[in-house]
Every structure is written in C-alpha cells, then in structure tokens.
C-alpha cells in the first residue's frame, strides 16, 4: 500500500473581466448612470474601456477624472455604494462569455486541471455573474477583492485563490489581461519560487482562445 501523499492537480487561475468574459458594456453603462446623475456627459465605450481594470472604485475615479471633476472621499465613498447597487441589478444586460472560452475550459478539465478564478470584483457579484453566464459551476474556487485581505496587484490575492481551490502551486497557469495581470504575473514569480510553475498571459498565448 503506497503511503506517498496524493498530489494535487493542476490549476488554472482566470481573471473574469476582459478574460472570461466582454462586461465592459455593463461596466461602463453603470458608470454612465452615475456621471449622468452628477450632471456630466456619459463616457463612449471605446473611450472608457481603458478605465476597467482595478475595481470599481477605480473605475470610477478614473471616469470623473477624465471628466475634469476630482471626486473628495466622501462623494467618492457615496458614488462607490451606488455603482455597487446599480451594477449587481445589471451584472449580464450585455456581458457574454468570449468565443473558445467554454471549450477552453473544457480542454483544460479534460487535461485533469482544476480551474478557478481570481478577479478584483467583489466576490457575490463574480459568483452571480458567472452564474448567469452559465460556467459558475465550472469553478473549484471564485475569488474576489473582498476574499482576502489582499487583492491584486499583491501576489497573494492569486496564491490565496490557488490553496482555496486546492489546487498545486507548482503546476499553475495563470491567465489574464491588461497591466494590473502584467504584475501579478511578475509577483507571483517570486512569490510562488518554483521553476514548475507555468504563468500564462493573454498577451503571450492569444492561441489559448482560438
């Protein structure tokens, strides 16, 4: 009888917005609902698509800005509560999963990975959205801003989602987009300090979703 530990499996790790799934349309309608509210022009898609990828708190303070208006702490904490409201009652109006994702996922369940995700939503809203798009079944572990008390950029938002969803550190890929994934990716190098591990960016490997 072999007394060797079992190994866990393989992982791979997805970011949701921009990499999963197309929710900018969501994202920024919401956004839109507030700078309409305040009085300012509403911000085209292909202009404030650049603003997605830190949060929403980011999301929008960066939309203000761009309007010429600096928002204080206070309107800033007030203007958070409503996106958070307005947003998770219009998480899937337009989002839709990206072409390949299913069978993307499919493939890497068939090769014995366990998948997970790992996003700067807040976790209820994640969990519902993926539900809503159909795969939130697909996931050992879905892990948001509000998981840790970490999030990303720091590499531990992403190790704390590995060892959530039980999965080996040492054979983890990573997928992701935009500039806040460039360093995840770079942090996790050193955090996870194994030559096995394997971190896999959109950028690099646009063939994953062909």
């Known amino acids: 009888m072999s007394t060797e530990p079992t190994r866990k499996p393989p992982i791979a790790v997805f970011d949701l917005d921009g990499t999963l799934a197309e929710t900018a349309g969501d994202l920024i309608g919401t956004l839109n609902v507030l700078m309409k509210r305040e009085g300012l022009a509403e911000l085209p898609l292909s202009q404030a698509r650049g603003l997605i990828g830190a949060g929403a708190r980011a999301l929008i303070r960066r939309g203000f800005e761009a309007e010429g208006r600096p928002l204080s702490l206070e309107d800033h904490d007030r203007l958070f509560d409503a996106f958070i409201a307005h947003y998770g009652a219009h998480l899937a109006d337009t989002s839709h999963l990206f072409p390949g994702v299913v069978e993307a996922l499919d493939a890497l369940e068939a090769a014995g990975f366990r998948l997970a995700v790992c996003t700067n939503k807040y ?41 959530r969803a039980a999965g080996d550190p040492a054979r983890a890929a990573s997928a992701w987009d935009g500039y806040v994934a460039t ?28």
């Open 183 to 210: 360093e995840v990716a770079d942090a996790t190098i050193r955090a996870l300090e194994t030559e096995e591990r394997q971190v896999i960016t959109l950028r690099d490997r646009p063939d994953l979703y062909r």
């Open 123 to 163: 976790e209820g809203q994640s969990v519902e959205l993926l539900r809503l798009l159909g795969i939130g079944h697909r996931f050992a572990a879905i892990c948001g801003r509000d998981t840790f008390p970490q999030a990303k950029p720091d590499p531990r938002h992403l190790t704390g989602t590995i060892a």
